[in-house]
């Protein structure tokens, strides 16, 4: 009895201990359960670390953003991470339900910047490299790309010079002219793929867009990052449940600015007074506005689906757009798509990357703004029709109107992409990638005028005309490349890239035009129709030629924890362009980066949070030259008939050959500051840099013999620029439901043509900007050795003769008549082109779900010459219709045409580029949306000038002819219309 007794006490108090033990330990810990979401939307977010502050102890949230988690006692407080959004610290509820909701970080998305083959952190970046994101681009709707960044980057110069043209793109410069003859503007690269076609990106398909703008920082490009290197990033899939989104807006344009002409009763009333010897026809017509598009409304549309898991993610994306041009039988139609793909295996070893996108457009280019020249002018007392009600034909003009019902001129273009890339992680720390790309470009162009147009009436013997131009280009990409990074005593880190690169692009093209159709069923579309090509009066044409570049390149970086960085690369490149005895070359760069903030001697700054300063050196080269350029070609000559009674072609060279033909060398140094202070209230950088172009391309008189041909192609020229940038972010005010920040861009640059001789070629200055029009006006821009490029070079004005005839300054300043003037040396600079001074400004205001975005933009210091009052305010032009100046501003004269500083205006202006006002409309626990915003933006509302002329903003800043307001000019400049645009967008999450 006492045994059994011992034995069941024995058995009881252990039960007892155990489970005093598990009450202890129950009450140690506890089961914390909840949801991660995104704001705004309450989208839920799988993969997402909820951690215990303090310890080690964390989960991840699952599909629908649910987490569940072991706590232990006297815990207090979760943390919740999740790369791109903000971190969040959340006390634990004693309900034991703790629920989230994250927010984008954009703040971390910048500190990511994208720099040539990779990323690097912002602050150990020790070049000039700007990068910027979505949330800042432009909001009045890309006709290009690179609109979205117009204004936004300190230095980067990005004109429309076709204005609204839908059919136009940009011209793009960087820290100036870099070149006399190759290629200026910056190399594009998008996702990897070099020059990249802009035609394949859409406004809300693009990530971050990063300007490469000195030496050191595109070295690595080598001969073709002479002008700079944009690189374009586009949009990735993020893991978790299927996303869509969709953007749309609809734009209206109005015309904002047109030249002052005399309107029909002013017209009328000037030949009822005399004033005009002319015939009032009895019509009062406004030919321009006949050309005027009144009922345009451009569209746009996207619709993306995004998403993914752990171990793949995928974004697709199909747009349609519709832009409408502000003038009649001028818009541009295109719809294409983009798939991007990014899948993990071997155990996350391995990544695999791959882009497609296409693009299908139909352009009307029948009108660009040329044709406005002529009906400016055009008598407004006439009608465009007869009383008959046919079409106004005279041979001294050309009935636009009538052009726009029998004429056509289409482009159908289609342009593809696709890149793939994999990645392998070798062993911790050194991964090798291969990366390949094709893109092909084909468009077809189809030209008609029909059998009673006023161009087949006078040129064709009243037949149909009829022309295709056809074009192909394949470009090919192979980039293999090896990653190395390590970590040294958590101080020293290295990365280091290394690899190879082959690019082979090949371009051709056939073209064709027929006459004498006897009707229009067929129009372009059967050339042979046309009866002209058996007698030997039709054409025809092809082309075909390519180019192979391939390089060996590698670059490192080491930073001293967060306090000293340095990056150094190499370049080996050869191209096929260049000489025998130039095919290859090197390019190196060094650059390095002091984080003032981290030393002892700034403790105390507690205001400064970043104080960085760079300096770097690179070279880079221009290979932006047509293929051939160093071989001697062969050309056809005339046909000759042979003593056996047969006609044969004949075959000649047609360009000397150079073996020493190489790249233009720009060694570049550059040294700036990147800073913060207060907190994050104002950043920004500063930069200062000069650089020397040398080796730079031309053609030069030859002397036959012994070469072949009245020219040479060689490396003479040597150009400096000097410039200053500056960029400046401010958070003005901060409050909980208000906020407003400003961002300023401003720089400055000058370009000297210091060299354009040696010992073998001589050369005293070169002529730009052929004003053409009427009378052999000349060249309106002259460079000479030492001088600053863009400078106008003519006649200085000194009055008009009591009889209203021209008079001009000669050297020893007394007046002369233009006939006795020295041209080399009687005339003198009257003005320069180029703008001295770039400045946007952008203010963001944000009130609880409302934004409103302002931003102007504006160039200063510059000239231009206004052809539109050199032509049209001259009375000489009547009876054709003139501007109201040549009867008050220009009354005192009475002589022909004349180009001199009297037609000389300043070109400074500021505008008022675009005002965005936003909604975002709250979705709280709405589980279809997760986001909508509904905005309005007004586009070009005012522009402070002094300028008389055309809008200044489309008139040419890039580039060696700038500054000519021109009408229809040598160089194919036209002026479009300048309008005002007004745009709806929405933007909806689900």
Request: hydrophobic share 35%.
């Amino acid at each position: 009895m006492k045994r059994g007794f011992s034995f069941l006490s024995r058995v009881s108090l252990h039960s007892l201990w155990m489970l005093l033990l598990s009450l202890v330990a129950f009450s140690q810990s506890r089961i914390i359960t909840g949801k991660v979401t995104e704001t705004p939307g309450n989208t839920p977010l799988p993969g997402v670390t909820v951690q215990v502050k303090g310890s080690t102890k964390g989960t991840q949230t699952g599909p629908d953003g649910t987490y569940k988690l072991e706590v232990p006692q006297g815990s207090t407080t979760l943390v919740f991470t999740f790369v791109g959004y903000k971190r969040e610290e959340l006390p634990i509820a004693a309900s034991g339900t703790t629920n989230v909701s994250l927010s984008a970080d954009v703040t971390a998305l910048k500190d990511v910047v994208v720099v040539g083959y990779g990323t690097q952190k912002k602050s150990e970046v020790t070049s000039a490299v700007t990068s910027i994101t979505a949330e800042d681009f432009r909001q009045s709707g890309a006709r290009n790309a690179l609109d979205l960044v117009q204004g936004k980057v300190a230095g980067l110069q990005i004109s429309r010079l076709g204005g609204t043209n839908p059919n136009t793109g940009v011209a793009i410069q960087l820290r100036g002219v870099t070149s006399l003859t190759g290629t200026q503007q910056p190399l594009i690269v998008i996702d990897g793929i070099p020059n990249g076609n802009l035609d394949l990106l859409q406004q809300d398909d693009i990530e971050s867009i990063s300007v490469l703008k000195d030496g050191s920082a595109a070295a690595i490009y080598g001969t073709q990052a002479n002008g700079g290197v944009i690189l374009v990033t586009t949009k990735r899939g993020k893991k978790g449940p299927a996303r869509v989104d969709y953007n749309t807006y609809f734009r209206k344009e109005y015309v904002q600015r047109r030249p002052d002409f005399l309107s029909a009763d002013e017209f009328a009333a000037k030949i009822a007074s005399g004033e005009i010897t002319a015939e009032d026809k009895g019509h009062r017509t406004d030919f321009v506005d006949l050309l005027v598009n009144h009922a345009n409304l451009s569209q746009y549309h996207n619709l993306a689906v995004s998403g993914g898991n752990e171990n793949s993610t995928y974004r697709a994306s199909m747009y349609y757009q519709n832009l409408e041009g502000i003038l009649k039988e001028n818009a541009r139609r295109q719809y294409g798509g983009r798939l991007s793909i990014v899948s993990k295996g071997l155990n996350d070893r391995l990544t695999t990357q791959l882009n497609l996108a296409t693009n299908f457009n139909k352009a009307n280019r029948l009108t660009d703004g040329g044709n406005l020249a002529g009906y400016y002018a055009f008598q407004p007392t006439y009608s465009p029709y007869n009383a008959d009600g046919s079409w106004y034909f005279e041979q001294t003009s050309t009935n636009e109107l009538a052009r726009l019902h029998q004429q056509t001129n289409m482009r159908q273009q289609q342009t593809t992409s696709g890149d793939a890339k994999v990645t392998l992680d070798i062993i911790k720390g050194l991964k090798a990638s291969l990366f390949g790309s094709l893109q092909r470009d084909s468009w077809t162009d189809g030209a008609y005028a029909d059998l009673a147009s006023e161009l087949s009436k006078e040129s064709y013997q009243g037949t149909g005309y009829a022309s295709q131009n056809n074009e192909m280009s394949n470009k090919y990409a192979l980039e293999p490349t090896v990653e190395y990074n390590i970590s040294l005593n958590n101080k020293h880190n290295i990365t280091a890239i290394g690899g190879y690169s082959y690019r082979y692009e090949v371009y051709q093209g056939f073209n064709a035009n027929n006459y004498g159709f006897v009707n229009d069923i067929f129009q372009e579309n059967n050339l042979n129709a046309g009866n002209q090509l058996v007698l030997g009066k039709a054409g025809m044409g092809s082309y075909k030629n390519d180019n192979t570049l391939i390089a060996f390149f590698g670059r490192v970086n080491y930073a001293f924890g967060t306090k000293y960085m340095l990056s150094a690369i190499l370049r080996r490149e050869g191209s096929s362009r260049f000489g025998v005895n130039n095919k290859w070359g090197n390019f190196p760069a060094i650059s390095a980066g002091w984080n003032l903030k981290e030393e002892s001697f700034l403790d105390g700054a507690s205001f400064i949070d970043q104080l960085k300063l760079r300096a770097g050196y690179g070279v880079t080269g221009n290979s932006g030259i047509n293929n051939y350029s160093s071989l001697v070609t062969m050309g056809t000559g005339g046909n000759y008939i042979n003593p056996d009674g047969i006609w044969r072609q004949t075959y000649g060279p047609n360009k000397n050959p150079n073996p020493d033909l190489k790249w233009e060398k720009k060694a570049e140094l550059n040294v700036g500051v990147d800073y913060g202070f207060f907190k994050g209230r104002l950043t920004g950088s500063v930069d200062v840099f000069t650089r020397k172009t040398s080796d730079v391309l031309e053609s030069f008189t030859s002397q036959l013999p012994p070469f072949v041909t009245g020219s040479v192609y060689a490396n003479v020229g040597t150009l400096k620029s000097n410039g200053f940038e500056i960029t400046i972010n401010s958070t003005n005010v901060d409050m909980k439901d208000f906020r407003w920040t400003t961002d300023v861009a401003f720089s400055t640059a000058k370009t000297t043509l210091d060299k354009f001789s040696n010992s073998v070629y001589k050369g005293t200055f070169k002529t730009y900007a052929d004003i053409g029009g009427f009378g052999a006006l000349g060249a309106a821009i002259r460079t000479y050795e030492g001088g600053r490029l863009g400078n106008f070079y003519g006649k200085r004005f000194a009055g008009f003769t009591d009889e209203g005839k021209w008079l001009f300054y000669k050297k020893d300043g007394t007046k002369a008549s233009a006939d006795q003037l020295n041209s080399e040396t009687d005339f003198a600079v009257i003005g320069n082109a180029i703008p001295k001074y770039y400045l946007s400004v952008t203010n963001s205001f944000k009130y609880k779900n409302w934004d409103l975005r302002v931003f102007m933009r504006g160039r200063m210091g510059y000239d231009v010459l206004n052809t539109m009052e050199m032509f049209y305010g001259n009375r000489q032009q009547l009876p054709n219709n003139v501007l109201h100046s040549a009867f008050t501003k220009h009354a005192a004269l009475k002589d022909g045409y004349q180009y001199s500083s009297y037609y000389i205006e300043k070109g400074g202006y500021m505008k008022l580029d675009e005002v965005t006002l936003g909604y975002n409309v709250p979705f709280k626990g709405n589980k279809y949306f997760h986001n909508m915003r509904v905005y309005f933006t007004g586009g070009n509302l005012a522009t402070i000038t002094g300028y008389s002329g055309n809008d200044p903003d489309f008139i040419k800043d890039t580039g060696l002819n700038p500054g000519i307001d021109a009408l229809n000019n040598s160089d194919n400049r036209t002026p479009y219309m300048s309008t005002r645009s007004f745009m709806f967008g929405l933007n909806v999450g689900f």
